[in-house]
Nanobody
Framework: HVQLVESGGGSVQAGGSVRLSCAAS????????YGWFRQGPGKDREGVAA???????FYADSVKGRFTISKDSAKNTVYLQMNNLKPEDTAMYYC?????????????????WGQGTQVTVS
């Protein structure tokens, strides 16, 4: 079993930056794939970014050029650096791990999920 714990959320003004972290523990290896999803008020959960076992990254069009996903395999931690934040980025952000094929933004292809961390942009 794998546990994911997100941190780094908070309130920020538009144009500001936030870095989210997701620490994985349990039966997990350095080649794990990770993803970040978010769910804004009254919206469905959507994929934000993902990084696969080789370090290839994927981004939603809405965050390209502003967000960067990275991982430290030695620490089993994935990060989401969010720059130039906009009010529409306000959401609960969730970390996911271990993608079983499929397309990275499909929620049902991820095995493990964190509890989420709130980001509010005003």
């Amino acid at each position: 079993h794998v546990q994911l714990v997100e941190s780094g959320g908070g309130s920020v003004q538009a144009g500001g930056s936030v870095r989210l972290s997701c620490a994985a523990s349990g039966y997990i290896g350095g080649g794990t794939s990770y993803g970040w999803f978010r769910q804004g008020p009254g919206k469905d959960r959507e994929g934000v970014a993902a990084i696969d076992s080789r370090g290839t990254t994927f981004y939603a069009d809405s965050v390209k050029g502003r967000f960067t996903i990275s991982k430290d395999s030695a620490k089993n931690t994935v990060y989401l650096q969010m720059n130039n934040l906009k009010p529409e980025d306000t959401a609960m952000y969730y970390c996911a791990a271990e993608r079983r094929g499929g397309i990275w933004y499909q929620q049902d292809v991820w095995d493990f999920w964190g509890q989420g961390t709130q980001v509010t942009v005003s």
